[in-house]
Nanobody
Framework: QVQLVESGGGLVQPGGSLKLSCAAS????????MAWYRQAPGKEREWVAT???????DYVDTVKGRFTISRESGKNTVWLQMNSLKREDTGVYYC?????WGKGTQVTVSS
């Protein structure tokens, strides 16, 4: 069964950057699409970005141009580079693949 472990979260000021990673095991990573979601306190989880097995990407409008999701062939890791962070980006960020979820990593954007 797939296991997903996120890391890289933390506290940053508005305008700062963070890079999240998601390590995956138990699946054929090369043929699986992977995605990032986030959830703010008291709100529902929302989709943020997806990278396909072929490397194509898609983003929610609110992060387009600021976030980059990426993966490499033969690597069981997907990244989310987050630049120009805003307060509204605050939340727990989750990696998703094959219908499974990681436990999340906290991202807090605050002065």
């Amino acid at each position: 069964q797939v296991q997903l472990v996120e890391s890289g979260g933390g506290l940053v000021q508005p305008g700062g950057s963070l890079k999240l990673s998601c390590a995956a095991s138990g699946t054929i990573f090369e043929i699986m699409a992977m995605a990032w979601y986030r959830q703010a306190p008291g709100k529902e989880r929302e989709w943020v970005a997806t990278v396909s097995s072929g490397g194509s990407t898609d983003y929610v409008d609110t992060v387009k141009g600021r976030f980059t999701i990426s993966r490499e062939s033969g690597k069981n890791t997907v990244w989310l580079q987050m630049n120009s962070l805003k307060r509204e980006d605050t939340g727990v960020y989750y990696c998703q693949a094959g219908g499974k979820w990681g436990k999340g990593t906290q991202v807090t954007v605050s002065s």
